[in-house]
């Protein structure tokens, strides 16, 4: 690690311990670090993020071994996974130990873990020293857009962070996939960095979901809205796109589409819809998908339409951001659309 890096580690560890806030790098977004240990701070990760107090934050640590000292009652699956994804973008829910306090835990005994995989956040976790551990939540505002670089925490957050370690653009871009147990079955509570077919894989049985039918639709103040831009952006499968620009352009609506497949190639640009092209591959457009929204959600357009991704596993934590993000009810791709 090159030497003014190791001079920062010392100084955000010197900030955490004296209850300050130090937003860090992981793998797959920017978290907003707090010491667990240390009551006020994190009061204070709740107040700069304006974060409802019911919500549970994610103890971050850098050791296998301290574990059991945050969880207990870990069930074989959780090992299995811990060892599999470990560094990695892997959140597991397991029972507190009385190490976490309730603050951190939103009340709860349910506790969320994860070791993060990035040299500049395990090189501060494991200077934090042991039976020490962050809690962070991404580092944005309450219901926004995750932040995938230092510049996205600062301009989000500014000065009321007390140090940004700038590592770079995250590997990910999405946030870790969320695991919880309820006796032998092992539930994906969240979808992310790491698709269910490989946690499946790693376990030999099959994941399950939470069971949600409704479609999301954004309400203000529903906690279903999430990772969102403050311009309104829709969702919709590739067929019913060309209909959604000419109605939003009759509507004098300035529109920027953000698609995946070069069905609008050929539609004709004008200085009220223009398109970005998107990745067609997931891991590329799940890493891009963040950097991008806040590009464009820059006040010069009134609506981000964007073409529902395919209908396809590997897509489903790219889904998961976008349904929460949507204004209007989010319409599936059906098999064949695109
Ligand atoms: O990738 C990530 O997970 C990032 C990086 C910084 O590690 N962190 C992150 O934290 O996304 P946050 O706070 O923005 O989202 C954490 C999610 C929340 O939806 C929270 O409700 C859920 O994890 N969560 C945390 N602890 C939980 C618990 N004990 N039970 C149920 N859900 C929990
Ligand atoms: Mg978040």
């Not at 490989?198 to 999430?226: C, I, M, Q, Y």
């Not at 209909?243 to 050929?266: D, F, I, N, P």
């Amino acid at each position: 690690m090159m030497p003014e890096i190791s001079n920062q580690i010392a100084s955000a560890v010197a900030l955490l311990r004296a209850g300050r806030i130090v937003a860090f790098p992981t793998e797959t977004v920017y978290g907003l670090g707090a010491d667990i240990t240390i009551p006020s701070a994190i009061n204070r990760v709740f107040e700069i993020k304006g974060r409802p107090v019911g919500h549970p934050l994610i103890v971050h640590f850098s050791e296998m071994s301290q574990l059991e000292h945050w969880a207990q009652e870990i069930p074989k699956s959780a090992w299995q996974l811990a060892k599999r994804f470990w560094p990695g973008p892997l959140t597991l829910i397991l029972p507190r130990t009385s190490h976490v306090s309730l603050n951190v835990t939103g009340g709860q005994n349910m506790v969320g873990l994860r070791i993060p995989d990035h040299p500049i956040a395990l090189a501060l976790l494991n200077a934090m020293g042991p039976e020490r551990a962050l809690a962070a939540p991404s580092a944005n505002l309450f219901g926004r857009i995750s932040p995938t670089t230092a510049d996205h925490v600062f301009d989000e957050l500014g000065f009321t962070v007390d140090m940004i370690l700038d590592g770079g653009p995250c590997k990910i871009g999405l946030e870790s996939t969320i695991v919880g147990f309820s006796g032998k079955t092992t539930i994906v509570l969240r979808p992310g960095g790491i698709p269910q077919t490989e946690l499946a894989e790693v376990l030999n049985e099959k994941v399950t979901f939470p069971n949600r039918k409704k479609p999301r639709v954004r309400v203000p103040g529903s906690l279903d809205s999430h990772y969102a831009p403050l311009t309104p952006l829709e969702v919709w499968p590739t067929k019913s796109l060309l209909q959604r620009v000419l109605e939003l352009k009759a509507q004098g609506l300035r529109t920027m589409l953000l698609g995946w497949s070069a069905a609008y190639l050929s539609w004709e640009k004008d200085k009220d819809f223009l398109y970005f092209s998107m990745p067609k591959e997931p891991t590329a457009y799940g890493n891009q998908l963040y950097t991008t929204l806040r590009r464009f959600d820059n006040g010069q357009f009134d609506r981000l339409l964007l073409e529902a991704p395919p209908n396809n596993p590997a897509w489903l934590a790219i889904v998961d951001r976008l349904q929460r993000a949507s204004c209007v009810p989010f319409i599936k791709a059906q098999d064949g659309d695109f």
